[in-house]
């Protein structure tokens, strides 16, 4: 059965205060202290802790080297070197049979009270704070057994051989795990006369916890652990350093991945150069104009967010000219605004873009006229910036970049040692740390529903319509969620939770090519890459061009817009980008090469029911230069998730 992540907010604070509490206490009385084993309930005992562990750097080289000669390697095998001494442990392949029935969510939470069993509590906590719901948004039952809830060890991602591998040739090094949970119903079957019970899954609770060695946990965010990839301790406050070595691991080891190559040349309006461009000047506090600015060489950061409601600040050709004074930028600006000034300030940063300061917002003629402009140049606005910052905290542009300044944070982290050290410097054991996903799980719905598996999937951000060009054109990305931060680039992804960047894992000569990490789950918003960037241009030929076109139409008709009229304003990158890679032309978001194929456009499936958008275009278009009519023969002129299926040669005539 296929799940489906719902439609709904998340509530951060449990709805059973009391129960948390009790709970919440019994894990604060058994904080662990170095060498203290976990108390665990003989059901969680039964768990394959050691399915969990993470690859040292000689299981990535020694994976490499037999590929390269051809050896044959299982990847699927987990790694318990740097665990338990040799002999202790028999690696086998990690499948179905090692999910493990927990019971009920209320046999949970008493043997979390009555047993003292810590894991019991995790599970208990995070199902609880991630929503606690199933199927259709409703609330998992307590005292319902034939709900069931099981603990599972899902693949969450894996190294392949080098950037723009692909699962389908077999490039997997290795695969990482989690420990998530499954939420599954007893249901009486009868099959050829035989009356059974069959379990239906109606959710998942992907990435409750990953693993690591304790002794690693508290390290700073400099320290090298003997698990790579493994779990460590998120700061209250974001560690302003580690963004920076993102940052210079990028500039550094991914010039093949994520660098505008001098000869870059896209359709027209996607050059870098622009006539005239706006900045925040975040050292002056106020509005810079640049002309005749070439964006490539000019370093800046961009701005994608959610205004969630009418700004009560906004530039317009009214008082564009007071806003160019020193110091002119009023105090009440969005927190969001604010934060990223501030975030840009201490980053290095002297310019910053944001659309709500930067572009003409008013009514006028002289305002239109600027608006048109602008939008123009807004693919190569987002491309040539040296990095985007994605705020993802919340719906409005008043929900700020959390972690940057001290309280915006609340969530803490549980580690619960579950194998033991045996003295031996080799030999770390094994501890699990609660992950600062606070997403809703995957569940079973039919409408409005996104596949995903962490906050920035879930989150109002990603269900925006503008903001979906904003992510497919930036080459770099500095994510802020609720409870992390996160970096997306063509070349790696980083979290503060995992240690996804040991230095010598990009350094030149640990492999031929530097690994690439691939996320599960291919409508995951970290799995896409970059449309027209350089490894996008790589992987693009004109058979996968038409996937990838599907499954962005997919993609963006799926999300929301305020002014319907927008459409094509808000989907016009995206079609440079792929005029780009492919030479391809479109009209009104058709390929004029496969023109009459794409015209049996529909509807993504039976349970979306398409409406006729009776918007105007929000710019001049065609040759009549005035709003017009979206046309009806287009996926365009209609509002709802659409397919657009080009790709298949048996449709050609």
């Not at 037999?66 to 299982?74: C, E, P, S, W």
């Not at 057994?145 to 950037?163: P, Q």
């Not at 006539?275 to 002056?284: A, H, K, T």
């Not at 989150?459 to 802020?480: G, K, M, V």
């Amino acid at each position: 059965m296929t799940l489906f992540l719902p439609d709904f907010q998340v509530s951060r604070q449990p709805t059973t205060s009391n129960i948390s509490s009790q709970v919440s206490q019994n894990l604060s009385r058994r904080h662990l202290t170095i060498g203290e084993m976990a108390h665990l309930c003989s059901i969680c005992k039964k768990i394959p802790f050691l399915a969990l562990t993470c690859p040292t750097a000689s299981d990535i080289r020694s994976a490499h080297r037999m590929k390269k000669n051809g050896q044959r390697f299982d990847p699927f095998l987990p790694f318990e070197g740097s665990v338990l001494p040799a002999g202790k442990w028999s690696a086998t392949r990690q499948d179905e049979t090692d999910n493990v029935e927990l019971g009920s969510l209320g046999r949970i939470k008493a043997r979390a009270s009555n047993e003292g069993c810590q894991l019991c509590a995790l599970f208990y906590k995070t199902i609880k704070r991630r929503g606690g719901v199933y199927a259709n948004r409703r609330p998992i039952p307590e005292d319902d057994d034939n709900v069931i809830i099981s603990a599972v060890i899902s693949y969450y991602a894996c190294v392949m051989e080098e950037m723009g591998a692909s699962s389908l040739r077999n490039d997997e090094l290795v695969f990482l795990r989690r420990l998530g949970a499954y939420v599954t119903v007893s249901v009486d079957t009868e099959i050829d006369g035989v009356k059974r019970i069959a379990q239906e899954s109606l959710g998942s609770y992907t990435n409750i916890a990953q693993s690591c060695h304790i002794d690693d946990f508290d390290s700073n965010s400099s320290h090298e652990p003997r698990l790579l990839f493994s779990a460590r301790k998120r700061p209250d406050t974001v560690d302003l350093g580690l963004i920076k070595r993102w940052m210079d691991i990028c500039h550094t080891q991914h010039e093949l991945s994520c660098s505008i190559e001098d000869d870059y040349e896209g359709p027209p309006g996607s050059s870098s150069h622009i006539q005239l461009i706006r900045f925040i000047d975040v050292e002056q506090n106020c509005i810079s104009v640049l002309r005749d600015v070439d964006l490539a060489t000019t370093p800046y950061l961009a701005l994608s967010y959610c205004w969630g409601r009418d700004q009560n600040v906004k530039l317009d050709a009214e008082n564009s000219q007071a806003f160019q004074r020193e110091q002119s930028l009023p105090d009440d600006l969005p927190q969001t605004i604010q934060d990223a000034i501030h975030l840009a300030r201490r980053l290095g940063f002297k310019h910053l873009w944001v659309d709500v300061l930067c572009i003409f917002q008013g009514n006028t003629t002289t305002d239109e006229k600027d608006r048109a402009a602008q939008l123009e140049k807004m693919g190569a606005i987002y491309r040539e910036s040296n990095v985007t910052i994605v705020a993802a905290c919340g719906p409005t542009a008043d929900a700020g970049l959390r972690g940057l300044s001290p309280g915006s944070r609340t969530f803490k982290q549980e580690i619960i040692e579950v194998v033991a050290r045996d003295g031996h410097p080799v030999h770390g054991g094994l501890a699990l740390v609660s992950s600062c996903n606070s997403s809703p799980p995957w569940t079973v719905v039919h409408q409005n529903a996104y596949h995903g598996g962490g906050d920035l999937e879930s989150s109002t951000w990603n269900s925006r319509a503008w903001t979906f060009q904003e992510w497919t054109l930036s080459r770099r990305c500095l994510i802020f969620t609720p409870e992390q931060v996160l970096w997306s680039c063509d070349g790696a992804i980083f979290c503060e939770e995992s240690h996804f960047e040991p230095p010598h894992l990009y350094e030149p000569g640990f492999t031929d090519l530097p690994p690439y990490i691939q996320y599960f789950h291919s409508d995951m918003v970290l799995a896409d890459k970059t449309i027209d960037g350089p490894l996008g241009r790589w992987t693009t030929n004109r058979n996968n061009l038409w996937i990838k076109l599907r499954k962005a139409i997919t993609a963006y008709t799926r999300r929301n817009m305020s002014c319907q009229g927008d459409i094509y304003d808000a989907f016009k990158g995206v079609l440079e980008a792929f005029t780009t890679v492919s030479g391809e032309s479109f009209h009104w978001g058709h390929p004029r090469s496969r023109f009459e194929m794409s015209l049996m456009w529909n509807s993504l499936s039976f349970a979306y029911r398409l409406y006729r958008r009776t918007a105007q275009t929000t710019l001049p278009m065609t040759a009549l230069n005035k709003n017009v009519q979206l046309p009806s023969w287009s996926w365009m002129g209609w509002v709802g998730p659409v397919n657009m299926t080009v790709d298949n040669p048996r449709m050609e005539t």
